[in-house]
Structure formats: C-alpha cells, structure tokens
C-alpha cells in the first residue's frame, strides 16, 4: 500500500523525496509463556526527507517497537523498510552496519544510553571511531563542534556522563546521534524524563537543530502537546496498529479516528480558563490484552461507534483528505470538531458546579 | 534528589579504613616472603642440634622442624608458593573463564547453551575432590596444581562474566552503539569487557583465598608441591605427627593461612560494598 | 502570615508552617524544605507543584512521618493536624493518624501492592489494620463496596486477582481503595498519575476528585505538572528549591502568575493549541543545588527580572487576599499576561 505524499507537508515547489517507506511493517514476539505478541502489525507510511513523523499512544501500542524495527533492531517479521532507496530487510549484515551511520537514535534514558566509564568527549566521537571518519585531530575539532551546536560548555567533554544532569546527558547523546550528519534521526522518548523547565529546553534544542540542519526524524513520545510541538505530520497507534496518520495541525483540530479524539481529550490543560478544556471522551473497558487483540478493529472493543462489521473487518488505511489517512469504518466527519464543553472550574471555598459526564 | 546511591568521599575513605588492616597484613606478608629468603637462615639447611625448637630459640624466630630447619624461613618460602599458586591460578582463571563466560553472555544461543552446559558438568563435581582427582592424574608438581585448580574453579568465573555480560548487553548504551554500527569487537572490547572487569576482579580476590587453601589441601594431602620444597600444607602434614610435644612446627604455617585467607576476604567484602559504585555507575 | 491563606468558611485541618526538612547525608548537609507554610480545610483540595528537587515530596511524607528518622531532620513552627502536633507526636499516635486519619499513595502503585497477595486480600487488610473486629462477611461486603467506590468493574471477581495481573490504572485504583479503607479525613497522592498513560491519567484523576467530594476529604496533590494540578484542586501552591514561592486559588493562579518562576514553569509546557514548530519560552539553567542553596531568591540565576538585591536578601512576601508570591518585583503595575 502506498501512500501519495501529503501536500501539507513540504514546500510544493519541490517535489518531496521520501527517505523512509514502510510496508506492511509487522513484528512478531514470542513470549516464554509460548504466545506470540504482533507489536507491530501491518504499519505502512511515507517519511519525506526534512520532515518529522510524530509517533503517538498509550504504553504499549508499538510505537517505540516500530522504530526499532524500521532500525533492523530486530528486523521485522513481516514487510519492507525502503531507506534512501535501499531496501533493509534484505541487507547483508555488514553492509546495514555501515547503512546505520545514516539513521540514529537518541533514548529515553540519557544516562542509561552511555557507557559510565567513559568521558563525554569518548561518547560523542565514538560513531566517528566506529566509522573511522577522519584522523582523530578532526574528530576532536568534531566534537568541539558538536558540544557547541547542542549548547554544552567545553568543560564538560572529560566528565563523565553520571555527573551530568538528565538535560546535558541527553545534550550529549544528541550531539553523537547528530555526529555522523545522519538522514534520519529517531526520538525515542527523548524528552519524557526529563523536569519541566529542562523538556522545554531540549524541545527548543531540537526544535532549532530541526531548522538549522534540515533534520528528518521520528519522534515518539506519549505526551501529545510535546509530539504536536516538533511534529510535521503525526501518526497515532493503538495495539500496535496505525489508525490515524496527517497534518500535525489538522490532525489535531478534527481528529477523525475516535481513538484518537479520545487521546487528545484527555490531555490534562494547564489553564482552567483555557476555552478548549474539553469535554472528556472516556473510554469504555480496558486495553485488550496484546496477545489475543480484538478481531477486526483493533480498537472496537472500546469504541462507541463500533458494529458487527468492526468484528468482521480489519478497517484499512484510507485517504480522506490529502496527507490524511485514517484507519476506520466510520470515522468521525471533519466537519466536527471536538465537542467543546468547557470543564467546571471548581470554586476556592469547594463547591463545584457540576460533575463531569461519564 | 536525594541520590544516595553515589558513594561520598567520605564513606569510601571509611571503607578504606575498613580495609586498610587487611592491605597492611598482606603487603607486609607479600614483601617478607619476596624478600626474606635473603636474609632469613636457608631453608634447606638443617640444623639438627635444634632439631624442633620452639619459637624465639637463638637463632630461629619461629623455631625449627623435626628436621632442624628454620620455621621462619620455610614459612616465607611457603608464602611464595602459596602466593604463586593463588594469584597464577585465578589469572588464569580471570582469562579462561571470563572469556567463556563474555562468549556465552554476548552470543547467547547455542554457544552459551554448549559452553555453560560443559561449566554445568564441571560445577556438579565438590570442587576440592575435582582438583585432587586432576592434581593425582596429572601428578604432583606446582605447575599441575595450578591446572588443577584453574580447572576446578573455572565455572564460577565462567558464571559470573556471563551473568554480567547479560546484564551489560541489556543496557542502552551497548543497544546504542549497536545501532551506530559497531562491530561485534568494538562492542566487547570497549563496553562489555570493561564494565564486566570490576565485578571478576572483586570475585578473584576472594578466589585467590580459595585457591590457596585448595592448594593447601593438596600438599597436605602430599599431592601439591613435592619435599623438600616447603607448602604450608605440606609443612602442616610435617607437623601433625608431633602437635603434642612440638605444636608450633604445624601451628605457624597453620596460623599464616589464617591469616591470609581471613585478610583476602576482608579485603574482598569491603571492595564489593563498594564495587557497584566503581563498576557500573548505578 | 499563614492562616489567612484559606479561606476563613472552612477550618482548616492541617497546618504547616515554615516547614524545614534537612538530610545529613555522607556528603554534607542538604536542605530539602526550607521554610514551607501553608494550610488545608477540610473538603478542600490542594495542589503542591514543582520541578524534581522542588521539596514537594519531602514536604509531603514530612506530614506522614514517613521521612527517615537516621537522616531527616524536620523543624516547624507549626506541624498539626487537627489537636495533633505531628512532630512530637509519639510514633504510636502517628501510627493511627497514618492510613487512618491522613492516608497516601504515590506515583508507582506497584511498589504500594504485595505482588504474591490477591488484591482484595491487600484492601481487606487495611480495613482491618482499623476495624480489627469485623466479620468475614462484612469484611468482604466492605472490599467490594470499596472497589465499587474506586469504580472497578467486575470488582467480585478482581478481587481474586493478582497485583499483576491488573492494568496499571487499575493498580492504582485498588491502592487508591486501600488509601480510603479506613476513611481518612487527608488523602496525600504524591504524583498519583505520573506512570500512567495520558487516558488512565484522566480517569483516575477524575476518580480523585470526585471521591475528595463526596466524602468530603481533604486532599493534598503533589505534581510536577501544572496542568494536573489544574484539574482538581481549590488552590495551588508551587515550590521552588524547598521553598513556596506562589499560592493562590486555582483560578487566580492562571489568572495572574506573579512570581516569575510560575510564569516560566507555564511557558515551559508545551500546549497542544500552540502550531507545530512553534519554541517555548523556556528558562536557561537547572535547579539550585540543594546543599548548597544560595542566599537571596533561590530563582535569581535563571529570572529575567533579576536585579541585585535578588542575590542577597531573601524576597519579601507579597499578598494580595488568598494569594502570596515572593518576589523583590514589584509588579503592581505589570500583572497583565
């Protein structure tokens, strides 16, 4: 299944090139219980170069996995994964080694993912090492460079990573993703551990570095106002399954997949006056168990719209607006927007108005 | 915020302290027995006037053996053969075992299921009779005793490299690199092997102890180091016979095991309360 | 300057006042709470936000007792609860007031549930920690009744499960059930929702809210989120490097941040009505360190607004109503967003 390029999403002057192409991405896990899990199934999309993929969902709907899949990290089950032309899955060991100094990722756990022993300066430059790029007196004129692009003082380079904060860790493990001018750099969580003030900080990093380098990049988080932020286009996920994937923006104004209008009215407003506290959209029931998901739509066993033919057909992905796709029988109509009930503010003395609905 | 985990100085100037007696006892012990045998009387010679003389008799600190010869000195020259046995078998033990064990951990599969199923067969037999059995077939030499050894204590070192090597793997710094493209050596070599080094190295202390008595035990048994070359098992052997008129001719070497053995592990307890902060950074 | 905080209809159930809360540690000295004051009515909610190394967690298990007695030190001028001081109390009376007058629960509800006991054995277990004279039969009828309260379906046949067993927002909604087991008059939920996803979150901070109400509890919300924090409470207190820096009612809070930490924290979170590629207005800098916090405005190195009897003199408490802020500014003038 293809998917046509989305006009919101690149300047249309130039034609866009995709650097990343899935097809029916699927992955398979055996458990040791012997039940088999698809993290991931049947997930196709388009990745233009200078744009960024948000992945959103709930823990465990396979966003991180789809990342680590189109990574080779394992290969997936089933499906293709086309890279600047090249098709992975099919690559020889050895020749995927050097594809990977095109495609980065930075972890959730910025202290997790270096190596305690080691300096600051021998994480960064330890792609350059691996690739053998450069004598080591331009490396280190590399790094340099790289401390100064995320923002780190020269100090740092011969500290080591657990005396640094969880914001100039993850400064650093930006800088070595960045180190080797990948194509593709993917977020995993990037910015979820980190403190307020320090999320915003490393948002803004990223959101410059985006500018600056012309960065194609997936970014995964839970937190839907931090994927919309540095997001060009955004693909929502339920039980390993794509329902819904388009414009950053209009995704968000008019979502058409009711999972993901349920999401997106459950995010927590820092405002009480804010107009679009909404109305929450609660979801019936309990997320299904992976290992015997729901037949049919994944998501019909809490969705209000579902009917007989939900249980009996697998909804595909479809265009309903240019860029737009979304994987339902009976998608909400973009006419609609979200219900807009504003939420009772409670008072001070702790009388409220009124309950809200469930 | 209130990471306690990270050791303060001063807490590991306490450890310090706490093993700073054990380090004394065996620097000291390790010096004497490099160096006395220079000035200690020859261990060789026998003076059969003083045939089992008791400690402080002129001439001999320690007293003698049935034999007349310097307890002083044959307990020193025992040193350095215990000494050898204990540091050369787990050197070999470190290199062998930790590299099986970084093998199996890394590689997983079948050649970890082939390589710990052989530690598994070896582990099944008590260790002290494994290297008895290896020590008497190949024959009584200082040289079998540290292959019977080695052989016998392998699987624990073999175990422990592996499990920390799993350990290692899992973190996302190895992932990390991984996904960078780094070779399967660069990986070994520059994440797992260090971070797996500190965790074998405190185990090896302890080992060296071990070591020592199972090389003890052999002598004893008269299948370690052969006469007249002194062993501290061999010089207990010597004494048995005479522990009620001459108890110091088995005791001495008896109390220097003691207080090896006693220091190595002191020594080992307090690097492994510290061990976690010096290996893995958690 | 504390008990005017609230507002003078409700009677005010638990009262702190400058609070402090060191830690001898190996290391030196570490000031976590340094100098917290503010007060709860009963039926009325709370909310304690700030960033990691804030205070907000210490303040709240320095209320529970729970703080360890070989390395905390805790000093108030006022730590009470109802006629209980809670700093001499003896541990035996803070032993009742736990779970049975003040109860909490925390951000991993794995941790607060034995993972090889049924879960209605555990929340049978805390009805009986208060009420040991109960009948089997009551007993259970009461489990059931609570897991109805903290809305689980098919609560007969949950109880019968495993910790594990359970999604993790229905974890936490039988620790929630344990919490309420013995009808406390304060429950303290220090970051209840921070490991569960955004959906869960919604529903068991609802659930909070609502059972804060119907059973007219008081309620204490730790959060590092603002936004969480706006959802179900009355007032909003937010810290900074041990301290309260601001507190107002919720409303006025959004209504007018007047110290300019607040005002950063909101710019900090990213929105989901701003457009895609838009740069927050975040603040340069990390948290103070906590051992060694500087004198004056604990925020000065990262506030625009500095000036330089920021760096020497702590600032004065400014107070309009209900709501305070420390700050050397004088913004009378510029409360306008």
Same mark, same amino acid.
């Given at each position: 299944m293809t998917i046509s390029p989305g $006009? !919101? $999403? %690149? #300047? #249309?002057d130039t034609p866009p090139t995709p650097l990343l192409e899935t097809t029916g991405l699927t992955q398979t896990f055996r458990l040791p219980t012997g039940a088999e899990v698809q993290a991931v199934s049947d997930v196709s999309f388009v990745l233009h170069r200078g744009e960024t993929l948000g992945l959103v969902g709930e823990s465990g709907c396979g966003k991180s996995t789809t990342v680590r899949t189109i990574l080779q990290a394992p290969p997936p089950t089933a499906g293709t994964v086309t890279f600047g032309g090249i098709e992975l899955t099919t690559t020889p060991p050895r020749q995927l080694r050097r594809l990977r100094r095109r495609m980065q990722l930075v972890f959730q756990d910025p202290h997790a993912s270096m190596n305690p022993r080691w300096t600051v300066r021998d994480c960064i430059a330890e792609p350059l090492q691996v690739h053998r790029v450069g004598t080591s007196s331009s490396r280190n004129d590399r790094v340099h460079e790289l401390m100064d692009l995320v923002g780190l003082d020269e100090g740092y380079l011969t500290s080591r990573p657990g005396s640094l904060s969880g914001g100039q860790c993850q400064r650093v493990a930006i800088a070595r993703a960045l180190a080797l001018d990948p194509d593709l750099i993917c977020f995993?969580? $990037?910015? %979820? !551990?980190?403190d307020v003030s320090i999320q915003a900080q490393i948002l803004n990093l990223i959101a410059r570095l985006r500018a600056d380098l012309e960065l194609t990049s997936i970014f995964i988080a839970h937190d839907l106002a931090v994927v919309k932020l540095v997001s060009d286009r955004i693909g929502v996920m339920y039980l390993g399954k794509l329902c819904e994937i388009g414009p950053a923006e209009s995704l968000y104004r008019s979502p058409r997949h009711p999972y993901t209008k349920a999401l997106l009215s459950a995010i927590p407003k820092p405002d009480p006056r804010h107009p679009d506290r909404l109305r929450r959209v609660n979801l019936r029931g309990e997320l299904p168990s992976p290992t015997d998901p729901p037949s049919g739509c994944r998501f019909r066993t809490r969705c209000d719209r579902a009917d007989e033919r939900c249980s009996l057909d697998v909804p595909p992905l479809q265009t309903i607006s240019p860029g737009h796709q979304v994987a339902c029988h009976y998608p909400l109509s973009a006419s609609a927007p979200v219900e807009m009930t504003p939420l009772p503010t409670r008072r001070a003395n702790g009388v409220v108005g009124q309950s809200p609905t469930r | 915020m209130l990471d306690s985990t990270v050791p303060s100085i001063r807490s590991r100037a306490r450890r310090l302290v706490g093993a700073r007696i054990p380090v004394v006892v065996l620097a000291v012990l390790t010096a004497a027995a490099m160096v006395g045998p220079l000035f200690a009387p020859d261990s060789g010679s026998q003076d059969l006037r003083n045939a089992r003389a008791g400690p402080l008799s002129p001439g001999h600190l320690l007293g003698t053996d049935g034999y007349g010869r310097d307890m002083l000195a044959r307990t020193l020259e025992g040193a350095r053969i215990s000494i050898f046995v204990g540091v050369a078998s787990v050197a070999l033990c470190l290199l062998i075992g930790g590299t099986l064990g970084i093998t199996a951990g890394y590689w997983k599969g079948r050649i970890d299921a082939g390589i710990m199923r052989v530690m598994d067969m070896v582990l099944a037999f008590p260790t002290l009779i494994l290297a008895l059995a290896i020590a008497a077939f190949l024959g009584p030499s200082l040289r079998n005793v540290v292959v019977a050894i080695s052989f016998s204590t392998l699987p624990h070192y073999a175990r422990l490299a592996r499990a920390t090597t799993m350990s290692i793997t899992q973190r996302d710094f190895v992932s990390s690199s991984a996904l960078l493209g780094a070779p399967h050596r660069h990986i070994l070599w520059r994440h797992i092997a260090p971070n797996t080094v500190s965790p074998l190295l405190t185990y090896a202390l302890l080992a060296i102890g071990m070591a020592i008595i199972v090389e003890a035990s052999l002598s004893f048994l008269g299948l370690g180091v052969q006469p007249p070359t002194p062993s501290w098992g061999s010089m207990i052997a010597e004494g048995r016979p005479h522990l009620q008129g001459a108890p110091h001719v088995a005791l001495v070497p008896g109390a220097f095991l003691f207080m090896v053995i006693l220091s190595l592990n002191l020594l080992a307890d307090s690097l492994r309360s510290g061990a976690p902060a010096a290996g893995l950074g958690r | 300057m504390h008990s005017s905080l609230s507002p003078s209809s409700v009677t005010d159930i638990l009262e702190v006042d400058d609070l402090h809360v060191d830690f001898e540690l190996p290391r030196g000295r570490l000031h976590a709470v340094r100098g917290a004051s503010f007060s709860l009515g009963s039926g009325e909610s709370l909310g304690i936000v700030g960033e990691s190394g804030s205070g907000k967690s210490v303040t709240s298990r320095a209320i529970m007792g729970l703080l360890p007695a070989t390395t905390a030190r805790v000093k108030a001028r006022t730590l009470r609860y109802g006629q209980h001081d809670l700093l001499d109390a003896p541990e035996r009376v803070m032993r009742r007031l736990r779970g049975g007058e003040i109860a909490m629960i925390y951000q991993d509800p794995m941790r607060a549930l034995n993972p090889i006991m049924r879960v209605g054995d555990q929340v049978a277990e805390a009805i009986r920690a208060h009420e040991p004279s109960l009948g089997r039969k009551e007993l259970s009828t009461r489990v059931v009744g609570l897991l109805d309260a903290v809305r689980i379906p098919d609560a007969n046949k949950r109880i019968r499960l495993y910790p594990h067993q359970l999604s993790g927002g229905m974890r936490q909604r039988i620790v929630i059930a344990m919490a309420l087991a013995a009808n406390p008059s304060i429950l303290i939920a220090d970051e209840p929702t921070t490991s569960l996803d955004v959906t869960v979150q919604a529903e068991i901070l609802d659930l909070l809210g609502d059972l804060q109400e119907e059973r007219g509890m008081g309620m204490i919300l730790v959060t590092h989120d603002l936004g969480v924090a706006a959802w179900h409470t009355n007032r909003i207190m937010v810290m900074y490097a041990g301290r309260g820096v601001e507190h107002a009612t919720t409303a006025d809070l959004f209504e007018d941040m007047r110290m300019p930490y607040t005002r950063a924290l909101f710019d900090s979170i990213p929105r989901v009505d701003m457009p895609p590629g838009s740069l927050l207005k975040s603040v340069e800098g990390r948290p103070v360190d906590p051992s060694n916090p500087p004198p004056g405005c604990a925020f000065r190195e990262r506030c625009h607004l500095a000036v330089e009897i920021c760096g020497t003199t702590a600032p004065p408490r400014r107070q309009v109503g209900s709501h305070w802020w420390d700050c050397w500014d004088d913004q009378e003038e510029k409360s306008v967003k």
């Open positions: $006009a !919101a $999403a %690149s #300047p #249309p995993d969580e $990037a910015v %979820s !551990a980190l | - | -």
